[in-house]
């Protein structure tokens, strides 16, 4: 089956940082790609979508400049959390659209002290 | 927007014991609906899904009815196993997955 792969699956960062999380589609074109995010013992919340060369749509209340989506190619998005604060520790959560189904990556755990 | 309610866990059974895990949901139009299992230490996978009214997603011995009367999507299995132990995501999809908050299931031996 389809697969997505994160990287790297664990990170742990200083306040203040930058970071950057890989979402690949490995053997499919994802035309698009969502990110989001999941808090200890809650729902995954939608951050954004992002189609291959435009801009990504955020949801309401997640800021665009502290989350930065690129998605580069139809295998590859990319999410950057500038400066990061210990309230951004979270499990981040990337999925691929394509082959007419949707699929999840094994997420990335962020630690930010 | 789209939403999704689902019963809110931890839910604690006996193997062998009969499931169900409610799930309703709100949506503007016709969504497809899915469940998404989360192994401990894995990523999400989906279960099961429903495209339309009156379907019947099943898998693993698991299975929810797609009820628009109702607006609901249970999972439900009839003898569940340890292995079985997870939380559990109900999910409705527009343009977009929406997610419910999940529910935890220990399955004791």
């Known amino acids: 089956g389809a697969v997505v792969s994160q990287h790297p699956s664990r990170v742990i960062c200083k306040s203040g940082t930058s970071v950057k999380i890989e979402c690949r589609s490995l053997d499919f074109q994802a035309t698009t790609m969502f990110w989001y995010r999941q808090f200890p013992k809650q729902s995954l919340m939608l951050m954004a979508t992002?189609?291959?060369?435009?801009?990504?749509?955020?949801e309401q209340g997640v800021e665009k400049d502290k989350f930065l989506i690129n998605h580069a190619s139809l295998t590859l998005s990319t999410l950057t959390v500038t400066s990061a604060h210990p309230e951004d520790s979270s499990f981040y959560i990337c999925?691929?659209?394509?082959?007419?189904?949707?699929?999840f990556g094994p997420g990335t755990r962020l630690t930010v002290l | 927007g789209n939403s999704v309610t689902q019963m809110e866990g931890p839910v604690t059974l006996s193997e062998e014991a009969f499931l169900t895990i409610n799930c309703t949901y709100t949506?503007?139009?016709?969504?497809?609906l899915f469940w998404y299992v989360q192994y401990p230490g894995e990523g999400l996978q989906l279960l099961l899904k429903?495209?339309?009214?009156?379907d019947k997603g099943s898998n693993k011995g698991f299975e929810a009815t797609y009820r628009k009367e109702t607006t609901s999507f249970h999972l439900e299995k009839g003898s569940v196993q340890v292995s079985d132990s997870a939380v559990y995501f109900c999910a409705d999809r527009d343009d977009k997955i929406i997610f419910g908050k999940g529910t935890r299931l220990h399955i004791l031996p």
């Open positions: 949506a503007t139009g016709y969504p497809s």
């Open positions: 999925s691929a659209r394509g082959q007419g189904a949707q699929y």
């Open positions: 992002s189609n291959e060369g435009s801009k990504a749509t955020y």
């Open positions: 429903a495209t339309k009214a009156d």
